[in-house]
Antibody, heavy 123, light 106 residues
Framework: EVQLVESGGGLVQPGRSLRLSCTGSGFTLGDFVVIWFRQAPGKGLEWVGHIRNRAIGETTEYATSVKGRFTISRDDSKSIAYLEMNSLKAEDTGVYYC??????????????WGQGTLVTVAS | DVQMTQSPSAVSASVGDRVTITCRASQGISYNLVWLQQKPGTVPKRLIYEASTLQDGVPSRFSGSGSGTEFTLTISSLQPEDLATYSCLQYYIYPWTFGQGTKVEI
């Protein structure tokens, strides 16, 4: 079964750091773009950023709100993608989801989502 | 940024009704849009991709149409299990952006 599982969320003070993980199973994570989204409490979804797979450069894109503070990386040998979050702010609070996509293969565009992990930034 | 204006923000309809949700993009995004369904307390689920292709396993009462700047999600005959928030996402131009969501109540 294809699954994405996020982990690493929790309560963190403003200005501190946190690293989230997205573990893929049932498929080869290395063939896919991994995307991070988030959802603040009671709000809509927001794209955070993504990392392309090695075959297309393993490059990253970020939302303006997180650029310079968040870093996405991946370790395909472990089937894990990471979201390193630094200088956290209260407005980063929310549920973080990972999803997948595959360049030029629309059937895989955002077809699977993890269950989400809650990040709370508060003192 | 591409602004995705989704309407209505909420709709209350009866079982069997036809429900139409619209997303308008502030600039052309070709057909690079997905529709997501999020039932209360659950993970987003893809319903439609490439604006009009139905995800396998999704009931045929759901359909999507449009390209360029105007897109529509239609539920042809609303069912009780369709209680959810529906959102569009454009992935044509960075930053990728969502509509504000439409809460569908029965």
């Amino acid at each position: 079964e294809v699954q994405l599982v996020e982990s690493g969320g929790g309560l963190v003070q403003p200005g501190r750091s946190l690293r989230l993980s997205c573990t893929g199973s049932g498929f080869t994570l290395g063939d896919f773009v991994v995307i991070w989204f988030r959802q603040a409490p009671g709000k809509g979804l927001e794209w955070v950023g993504h990392i392309r797979n090695r075959a297309i450069g393993e490059t990253t894109e970020y939302a303006t709100s997180v650029k310079g503070r968040f870093t996405i990386s991946r370790d395909d040998s472990k089937s894990i993608a990471y979201l390193e979050m630094n200088s956290l702010k209260a407005e980063d609070t929310g549920v973080y989801y990972c999803s997948r996509s595959r360049r030029a293969v629309p059937i895989y565009f955002f077809d699977k989502w993890g269950q989400g992990t809650l990040v709370t930034v508060a003192s | 940024d591409v602004q995705m204006t989704q309407s209505p923000s909420a709709v209350s309809a009866s079982v069997g009704d036809r429900v139409t949700i619209t997303c308008r993009a502030s600039q052309g995004i070709s057909y690079n849009l997905v529709w997501l369904q999020q039932k209360p307390g659950t993970v987003p689920k893809r319903l439609i991709y490439e604006a009009s292709t139905l995800q396998d396993g999704v009931p045929s009462r759901f359909s999507g149409s449009g390209s360029g700047t105007e897109f529509t999600l239609t539920i042809s005959s609303l069912q009780p299990e369709d209680l959810a928030t529906y959102s569009c996402l454009q992935y044509y131009i960075y930053p990728w952006t969502f509509g504000q969501g439409t809460k569908v109540e029965i």
